[in-house]
């Protein structure tokens, strides 16, 4: 005797050893003998060998008509022998029981299980919604798998190539296009990335930097409404009686920055710090301060800008030379025999705009010899001088309070793209922190930050503050000394027109020089949001910019046919690369000092993933460098991590070089 039953959710066949009233001890088709429970089994047969039912069973199932099956079948629950009986017509064939158990046991859609052979037809309305989504789902595999052909060919389907890059920033895993692509990639062992490359869907390593970074975080694009009402800038402050000038990039669209100088006598200055004052009528129940906030922060990238504010906005409130504008101005009065400062005031009004002073056309010109005496031919050579002598007074406090020297000679570099998108053709600039005018710019912002800082604290108003120790840098509503830069308050307000912390802190300096209720309290959740928001844009800008200058210093390395280059040895295995704003690791460097210079021979570069392939050539003689060349310190002194694949942050267009990241 022959048995069929289940076993673990599938159908087996054997010969009966022997048996009890509770089991049967059976030799299944393979030579495996095991215990089979008589609850369990099925069929008992005698007509056919048991190592041929299985088998000739689903042929004879696939034989039988689903449709007409489901509507011979009883519509209460039945057994499989029992139906088998009526569709057979005659006393079947254990074959022809076993093919009608296979053929129901195939069907959960026809036939829902009730027990061991046992079944009851599916209703009439569940098997049609049931059959309409199998047909779907036949279609929806028919269409992934052409999609996953076309894209193996080397195309990309439209529907891919219209949504590539939001596949890949914010995929829905669950769609149709997104499962053919990850199928196609596997199965050509490459990434969705690297494919969609291929094809085209992604026009190009640069497209995918921007149009990613654009994505994440301005999926409705980077323009402003239209609806936005046109700035009004207040017209009835007092007129400052001084001369003003900026000092900025020649790119530089926002400017935040101005400064005076006004003789008082042979031993004393007046310095006056004027910062653009938006928040005057860009208070946080204007319709426009939705959209700063929602933005944060100005992007900066290589040839790429997205503004904070409008146009219209930068216009009217911009530090424009010829402009009057409004600002908020720090007055500073200094003895210039020891440089100390006597006293500082703080002032709402207006200042016209007579120069707009230019870094590339300066730099060259305005030295460390020639600043001295204003030897130099510039506008305001005199007034130069003189606040570059203030700088350094401050500076050398700031140091003395640090315990250590501000690492000023490393160099920075900036990128200057001419043409479009990733045709242009590249030239890096640098720039070396600590020269004149970048000194003066740095420590004049460090001294109005702390100033203005201390103000709001002494006033009992929150502002929005930043500190530092032990190497941490710290966010938050109450001031904290900042250890890195030597100051007991720091808090950014000196780019409001493109930091939207400067403008909220605008916004509570404002109120204390008027006397008014400050926009925010104590404690306000406001505040909180804005910190936390603030960091994680600031952070994703910072990193966009880094990538984007990686990928800049890649297409020079390209353009320039480099294959040969000087590393500086900054840790371990990682190296920056000369002339560039470029940190990697090598890995397999020998153990080589902190500062030792090499030679590299340049391999390759990988556009997409921005990084660098590179071998040592030799191992120069210089051992040791200026410490600038090779610190690890931000701007404010903090200790910075050098990542992997992370390019050195150069001097971003339009960002006042006095502006600490910290």
Known sequence: MNLLFEEDGAFKAGSVLSSTDASFQVELTSGKRTKVKAAHVLLQFSDAPAGRLLEAAQKEAESIDLDFLWEAAPQDEFGFRELALDYFGSKPTSIQEAALLVRLHSAPVYFQRRGRGRYRAAPPDTLKAALAALERKRRQDELRQQYVNELKTGRAPAAIAGQAVMMLVRPDRASIEFKALEQAATDLRTTPLRLLLGTGAIASPYRWHVDSFLAQHFPKGPSFALHLAAPTPPDQLPLASVSAFSIDDSA???????????????????????????????????????????????????????????????????????????????????????????????????????????????????????????????????????????????????????????????????????????????????????????????????????????????????????????????????????????????????????????????????????????????????????????????????????????????????????????????????????????????????????????????????????????????????????????SDEDDNGGPTPVAPVEAVAAPAAGRSEGDPIA
């Open 252 to 630: 530089t669209t926002e400017i935040d920055d101005a400064f005076s100088v006004t003789l008082a006598g042979d031993d004393r200055a007046r310095i006056g710090i004027h910062i653009a004052a938006p928040a005057l009528e860009l208070q946080p129940v204007h319709a426009l301060d939705a959209v700063a906030r929602a933005r944060m922060s100005t992007v900066y990238a290589p040839g790429f800008k997205i503004t904070m504010l409008p146009q219209a906005w930068l216009d009217a409130y911009s530090l424009t030379q010829g402009q009057l504008v409004p600002v908020l101005s720090l007055y500073i009065d200094v003895e210039m025999r020891e440089w100390q400062v006597v006293a500082t005031e703080s002032r709402i009004e207006r200042v016209r705009i007579d120069a707009n002073l230019r870094h590339d056309r300066l730099d060259e010109i305005v030295t460390e010899e020639s600043i001295v005496n204003a030897d130099f031919p510039a506008p305001f050579a005199t007034e130069l001088s003189l606040l570059w002598h203030f700088a350094r007074a401050l500076l050398a406090r700031r140091e003395a309070v640090r315990g250590r020297p501000e690492p000023l000679g490393r160099v920075d570099y900036s990128f200057q793209l001419e043409g479009e998108n990733e045709r242009a053709h590249v030239t890096v600039k640098p720039r070396r922190r600590g020269a004149p005018l970048d000194l003066l710019v740095a420590e004049l912002m460090i001294f109005t930050n702390s100033t203005w800082g201390r103000l709001l604290a002494d006033r009992g108003v929150p502002g929005i503050y930043r500190s530092q120790s032990l190497g941490r840098v710290r966010v938050s509503t109450v001031p904290a000394p900042h250890e890195g830069m030597g100051v007991g308050h720091y808090a950014w307000s000196s780019s409001p027109l493109r930091r939207y912390v400067d403008l909220v802190n605008q916004r509570q300096l404002i109120a204390c020089m008027r006397n008014e209720t400050a926009p925010y309290a104590a404690n306000d959740a406001d505040l909180f949001a804005i910190m936390s928001a603030f960091d994680a844009a600031y952070g994703a800008y910072g990193e966009f910019q880094q990538r984007m200058e990686r990928y800049w210093g890649l297409r020079w390395l390209r353009q320039e046919k480099v294959t040969r280059m000087p590393a500086t040895v900054v840790r371990g295995d990682v190296l920056r690369l000369a002339g560039l704003p470029f940190v990697t690791r090598l890995p397999g460097l020998p153990d080589l000092p902190r500062g030792q210079q090499i030679e590299l021979d340049v391999l390759g570069g990988d556009e997409v993933d921005l990084t660098l392939e590179a071998r040592v050539h030799r191992v120069l003689d210089t051992a040791t460098v200026d410490d600038a060349d090779v």
